[in-house]
């Protein structure tokens, strides 16, 4: 399994020059699997130039590429618009929130609203690929293609889902715009246990985070403590703060890698193998 970081910004799009080499698109990442199929996490701006680049080499994935989103806040579905794979009529795409207890608006709703025409000239309808929108009530399930995933809720204004992939024995973890509250959320870490790669939010130093509370994201700590406490592998920080430059968050990795030497910076343009 191969991850390629295409956004990694939290909250907004950033586009001065001193965020650059971190990056400055929202959350969105590809997958691609030992079998060459691909699926993308969360549908942030990053997403316009993961789908130039898919076009640029001819993918060849037509059917159901699958798009986990791990909830609807702005930052994972505002660059869905922009993403040129989905105005291809020969592509079909499931577009899914996995896991329980929903009670918003439908996933298609919301992508609908985010597209008419006060704040979009295009409609979702009208892109021209095949869309299937998925919410099941189910966390645990296995694809043909021989990928298990598991969802888990965890605690974010509106709520957020975590993902874990696993394929051949390797496991990736997905876990943005999660707030631990007290002591780690305990359901993180069993998401988390002995992944090969863990992808936490680490959107605030932990002096920050004391006068963030409720805002729904964690510290470079936590998400070392998760990676601690789950024995992951190695941790990539993520959901990056939109005032954090990059000299400030190439410090902030330096203070995260004293305390957890696995931890490192998820950069856009990035690409790792599991
Ligand atoms: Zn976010
Ligand atoms: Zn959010």
């Known amino acids: 399994m191969k991850v390629t970081f295409y956004g990694t910004r939290g909250s907004t799009p950033v586009s001065e020059r001193d965020f650059l080499q971190v990056g400055g698109n929202t959350s969105c990442i590809l997958v691609t699997f030992d079998t060459?199929?691909?699926?993308?996490?969360?549908?942030?701006?990053?997403?316009?130039?993961?789908?130039?680049?898919?076009m640029a080499c001819s993918h060849e994935q037509y059917d159901n590429i699958?798009?986990?989103?791990?909830?609807?806040?702005?930052?994972?579905?505002?660059?869905?618009?922009?993403?040129?794979?989905?105005?291809?009529p020969r592509r079909h795409?499931?577009?899914?929130?996995?896991?329980?207890?929903?009670?918003?608006?439908?996933?298609?709703?919301?992508?609908?609203?985010?597209?008419?025409?006060?704040?979009?000239?295009?409609?979702?309808?009208?892109?021209?690929?095949?869309?299937?929108?998925?919410?099941?009530?189910?966390?645990?399930?296995?694809?043909?293609?021989?990928?298990?995933?598991?969802?888990?809720?965890?605690?974010?204004?509106?709520?957020?889902y975590g993902y874990r992939l696993e394929e051949g024995g390797k496991t990736l973890v997905y876990c943005t715009d999660v707030e631990h509250g007290e002591g780690i959320d305990q359901g993180v870490v069993a998401l988390s246990r002995d992944a090969d790669l863990l992808i936490h939010d680490?959107?605030?130093?932990?002096?920050?985070?004391?006068?963030?509370?409720?805002?729904?994201?964690?510290?470079?700590?936590?998400?070392g403590e998760v990676a601690e406490q789950a024995r992951v592998k190695r941790l990539a920080l993520f959901h990056h703060d939109y005032d954090h430059t990059d000299d400030f968050l190439f410090n902030?990795?330096?203070?995260?890698q004293k305390r957890f030497p696995q931890a490192f910076l998820a950069r856009e343009g990035l690409e790792t193998e599991l």
């Open 36 to 54: 060459g199929r691909i699926a993308i996490l969360d549908a942030g701006t990053g997403i316009r130039k993961l789908g130039n680049d898919l």
């Open 66 to 88: 699958y798009i986990g989103l791990s909830h609807t806040h702005w930052d994972h579905i505002q660059g869905f618009p922009f993403f040129k794979l989905a105005y291809d």
């Open 93 to 160: 795409f499931t577009i899914s929130i996995c896991g329980k207890e929903r009670h918003a608006n439908s996933l298609e709703s919301i992508l609908t609203t985010q597209m008419q025409h006060e704040y979009f000239p295009v409609p979702l309808d009208k892109m021209g690929s095949a869309l299937t929108f998925w919410e099941p009530d189910i966390t645990s399930y296995t694809v043909p293609s021989g990928v298990s995933i598991i969802a888990s809720k965890h605690n974010h204004p509106g709520g957020a």
């Open 202 to 223: 680490a959107q605030y130093t932990p002096d920050e985070l004391k006068e963030k509370k409720g805002w729904g994201h964690s510290s470079w700590e936590q998400a």
């Open 252 to 256: 902030m990795e330096k203070e995260c």
